[in-house]
């Protein structure tokens, strides 16, 4: 079942989510060093804007969007506290078309929230802002973990951005880094509360034909 926007919205409000570590993803980091991102940029489910911050200081073209106001309001505050000029917009995964063009976007976190219907919606969505050509890199959550969020299986992916449209070039196993937020995720994280850990995660790179 899709997680729908006002359960993160309200998670916001009322304290610092679990998916919050007060920076990048290092899986995204270490994708970023290696080359395999190009811009311009659309950080899709951007959340608090770690991600779009770390693009921007690198010198990309980034646009930052979230379902959660409160996220993007969030988001601001961080940029303008860190003196970092980046763009934070509140939008529609499902219904992107009007936040322009791009070659890369990146996706944490938010592929992994929709169940497999609205996998394919959003896969058939974002073929009207990523060039031909361009990439979507998703980093979910795995169902190799012990359950720490929502989670999804290998071939979730390929079977979301099918052809003629998409063609899954690369997924291999990484991790997602998360914070311990109740004493039922330490037997499974081996983590206290309060703690960060990585996870089983999976990251595909995915090419818009054309």
């Known amino acids: ?19 919050v570590i007060g920076g ?30 770390l693009l921007a200081r690198q010198g990309y073209d980034v646009l930052a969007a979230d379902a959660s106001p409160t996220a993007v309001e969030q988001a601001r505050d961080r940029a303008r506290a860190a003196g970092v000029d980046v763009s934070f917009v509140v939008a529609d995964a499902f219904d992107p078309a ?27 969505a974002l073929t009207g802002v990523v060039e031909p050509g361009g990439r979507v890199i998703v980093l979910a ?16 992916v390929a079977a979301a951005f099918r052809a003629p449209d ?3 070039e690369d997924l291999r196993p990484s991790t997602y880094r998360g914070r311990v937020t109740h004493p039922d995720q330490e037997a499974g994280t081996g983590a206290r509360v309060g703690e960060l850990v990585d996870l089983p995660a999976v990251l595909a790179r995915v090419r818009r034909a054309g």
């Open 166 to 168: 998409w063609q899954v």
């Open 141 to 156: 959550l795995s169902t190799r973990g012990p359950g720490f969020g929502p989670q999804i299986d290998d071939d979730a």
């Open 1 to 19: 079942m899709t997680t729908p926007p006002s359960t993160f919205d309200e998670a916001y409000r009322t304290g610092e989510p679990p998916w």
């Open 24 to 53: 990048p993803q290092p899986a995204v980091v270490e994708l970023e060093r290696a080359g395999g991102i190009v811009g311009p940029v659309l950080d899709l489910g951007c959340g608090a804007g770690e991600h779009a911050l």
């Open 98 to 124: 009007g936040l322009g063009r791009f070659a890369t976007v990146l996706d944490s976190a938010l592929f992994h929230v929709f169940d497999p219907a609205d996998q394919a919606r959003y896969a058939r």
